[in-house]
């Protein structure tokens, strides 16, 4: 099956001038917020459940459950400027899916997968009644292994990633870019219990934007993302055999 609509590999780099960040509070989402402003963003939406907790001056603070549909309508109504869409909220409530508590596991997918589907949705019209614009969907080196303890996350992370990949077939007519970012574990407070090696969130963030600006459809923003998707040609069991889980 081939497509006669090109992905779009390239966008002026003038689309991020209005920007809606999701989950920009704290973390990543703070650091997209903080770096769209020094890249000199004309104006970013910086969007939380509790706006009072942004405290990034310079920015349009809205109130945006990504869960609830007549939040992310009255978010889209009120952003009708946006040009690129950061999909960056998310949570991580350490499930597993066989003994795991089912309401966490349902959370965890109408988060990652229909919270993020639920903004695609919206924001789609705007950002094609704008030009086309961009999409980037924060993603995770999950989206390609499984981890014992946090399985719902991984599965939410890995339809994420397919949600990913499918809109931007859909919305290449438009002239959308859609990037998928994926990464390890970043220095933030969802990863604050975590013992192992975390990257810097500027980084990440800096790689994302500059994969953007460059057109990418994917940007894999540190090492043990790169080694866990080079991984996914091979047999499982070499990489579950690798990190000690086979």
Known sequence: MTSTTPLVSHVNVRFCSVALVTGANRGIGRHFTQQLLERGAAKVYATARDPERIDIPG?????????????????AAAASDVTLLINNAGINTWTNLVTGDLANVRLELETHFYGTLGMVR?????????????????????????????????????????????????????????????????????????DGDKTDPADVVRAALDGVEAGKLEVVADEWSAYVKTSLAADPSAFYTAVGRG
């Open 59 to 75: 920015v349009e603070a809205l109130r945006l459950d990504i869960t609830d549909p007549e939040q992310v309508a009255a978010a």
């Open 122 to 194: 919206a924001f789609a019209p705007v950002l094609g009644g704008n030009g086309g614009g961009a999409i980037l969907n924060v993603l995770s080196a999950m989206s390609w292994f499984s981890y014992d303890g946090a399985n719902a996350y991984g599965t939410a992370k890995a339809a994420a990633w397919s949600l990913t990949n499918g809109i931007r077939i859909e919305l290449a007519s438009q002239g959308t870019l859609v990037t998928g970012l994926h990464l390890g574990s970043a220095d933030t407070d969802m990863s604050a219990d975590y």
